[in-house]
Nanobody, 121 residues
Framework: QVQLVESGGGLVQPGGSLRLSCAASGRIFSINSMGWYRQAPGKQRELVAVITRGGSTNYADSVKGRFTISRDNAKNTVYLQMNNLKPEDTAVYYC???????????????WGQGTQVTVSS
């Protein structure tokens, strides 16, 4: 019904930057929150940043001042600009969205397949 496709991951040196994108498609009536989570090997998945439809944002303490989340509601797309990347940012990054598929449905959560971000010299 709803697909989330991430792009923009890759290998970058410490101090470098990457921009992740996540586009939602399919049967979409409305999208509420959109966000990014990450999971490093051997660790639990954690919130990185989230943004509401109205533009309110929330960040993990570890990325405040370095990462910026934004969204384009017309394109059903959320972005994550990551600056001053550190080796500890290495993880698989997942996009999450809460989506209403019709005017009669509730908001359900959907996840992307993940994109690898590796920060290494």
């Amino acid at each position: 019904q709803v697909q989330l496709v991430e792009s923009g991951g890759g290998l970058v040196q410490p101090g470098g930057s990457l921009r992740l994108s996540c586009a939602a498609s399919g049967r979409i009536f409305s999208i509420n929150s959109m966000g990014w989570y990450r999971q490093a090997p051997g660790k639990q998945r954690e919130l990185v940043a989230v943004i509401t439809r109205g533009g309110s944002t929330n960040y993990a303490d570890s990325v405040k001042g370095r990462f910026t989340i934004s969204r384009d509601n017309a394109k059903n797309t959320v972005y994550l600009q990551m600056n001053n990347l550190k080796p500890e940012d290495t993880a698989v990054y997942y996009c999450r969205a809460t989506v209403m598929t019709s005017s009669l449905s509730r908001f359900d959560e959907y996840w992307g397949q993940g994109t690898q971000v590796t920060v290494s010299s």
